[in-house]
């Protein structure tokens, strides 16, 4: 059984998608919950899914020592970025190297980079006056949104949608495919 750790900052609704999907596999499970923010939802959404959850300082993230301890005490094989706003350091990534993915709520390379999330995500897509967004999956490196692409999907963006219109299509294509594109990740590096 693969276990997967998921780094989230906010309310957790992929990170509850994910667990849910792996719920009943005999694969993969979401064995881990990590916050970088000691008020987030996303601790709740653990809770109530009955995953272990723990919290970490920006500090201790960067410092990354520790927690490479806790993820392989945990024999975490594989790392799930859902809404995690920190750069991951590359002392992880080197811990996990192909094993760290992360979903962008855009087309990369367009709409992403630092402070690039979430609704400003949105607002920059409607201001650009883009007919379509989506959702980018890709393998991370050092860079915000710059590592390489392993999924795109498509929504339509229409001149009268709004930030949220787009936010509402960008999180129905997230809930539909973040998880098995997650899966298909994890058997390509069997």
């Known amino acids: 059984m693969k276990n997967i750790a998921i780094f989230a900052s906010g309310s957790g609704s992929n990170a509850e998608n994910i667990a849910n999907y792996f719920a009943h596999s005999e694969y993969a499970q979401v064995s881990l919950i990590v916050a970088n923010n000691p008020q987030a939802f996303v601790l709740e959404r653990a809770k109530r899914l009955n995953v272990e959850a723990i919290t970490i300082t920006k500090n201790e993230f960067m410092a990354c020592d520790a927690l490479i301890e806790e993820l392989a005490k945990r024999d975490i094989d594989f790392i799930v970025l859902a809404g995690f706003l920190l750069l991951v350091p590359q002392k992880l990534i080197d ?33 650009a006056g883009d ?4 959702i980018t999956i890709h393998l991370i490196d050092g860079d915000y949104d710059k590592g390489t692409t392993f999924f795109q999907a498509t929504c339509p963006v229409l001149p009268t949608d709004t930030p949220h219109d787009v936010a509402e299509k960008v999180h129905a294509l997230e809930y539909k495919h973040f998880p098995r594109v997650i899966e298909e990740i994890m058997h390509s590096l069997d």
């Open 131 to 134: 007919t379509e967004s989506g």
């Open 95 to 127: 811990a996990y190297p192909g094993r760290i993915v992360n979903i962008h709520p855009a087309l990369l390379p367009k709409h992403g980079g630092k402070g690039m999330y979430g609704d400003r995500v949105h607002e920059s897509v409607v201001a």
